[in-house]
């Protein structure tokens, strides 16, 4: 087991946040929780030609050297398959190299934590496909933001209904558009605000991975893994191929 243990962010300086969720990806740096300098950037090759270049970049321009880190807060999920592997590998392999501290970060909880800004209730949401909805939910009260509904993928329908049970009005984040329809289905006008903001702030994401380092340490670097949700369409396809005796 390689894990680091709780020990709160006294001398914690420097804190590297990497997302590689999504088709458009980011990496960021701060100090002391305070912004450094983002880079946000369209992935047109794959993560694994752009994804350490930037983040070069980044320390390069930030002056600040990998060994410096106190902390990598990476995306876990849910997203893009490859995109969540590559920046989790790669993630995992610098904290082995220069033994930092890694903390996984959930896309919806950080894209809820981007746009929430006043209080009341955050549903962020990406299209799972195959009939599904990554979603989750989030009350903010006093400048806090708590769990309503657990991140997953769920039935559109369903999901909804629970969110309207839960938190009566909410503001959808993401790709509500998508799910538009249902969503009136369940909420009426008044109870609903359908935003297309799909960007997670990665400075979001270190603040994040900050709090759950200082809640619970590091996560172990032997067993952490993407936060998929399901199955990709290859374990899907492999399954309907040979399906068990």
Known sequence: MIQHVKSGLRGLMYTLAVDSSRFFG???????GQPLMGISFNVKATYSEKLLQMISFLLDE?????KNLGLIAVVEGPGSFTG??????????????????????NALEALAQTY?????????????????????????RSRSLSELIPPGSYHPERFFREAQKKGGRALF???????????ESVFSRKETYISSHTHIDPFAVARLGMRLFEERGGDD?????????????????YEKNHPSS
């Open 84 to 105: 969540l592997r590559i920046g989790m590998t790669l993630s995992k392999s610098l904290a082995y190299a220069m033994d930092i501290p890694l903390c996984g970060v």
């Open 116 to 140: 929430a800004f006043g209080d009341g209730c955050y549903a962020p949401l990406f299209d799972a496909r195959k009939g599904q909805v990554f979603a989750a939910l989030y009350e903010m």
């Open 26 to 32: 980011s990496v960021a740096l701060t100090r002391d």
């Open 221 to 237: 670097l032997l067993t952490k893994e993407p936060a998929y949700y399901r199955a990709s369409d290859a374990e899907i396809n």
């Open 173 to 183: 984040l993401g790709e509500g558009e998508t799910f538009r329809e249902t969503i």
């Open 62 to 66: 930030s002056q600040v050297e990998l």
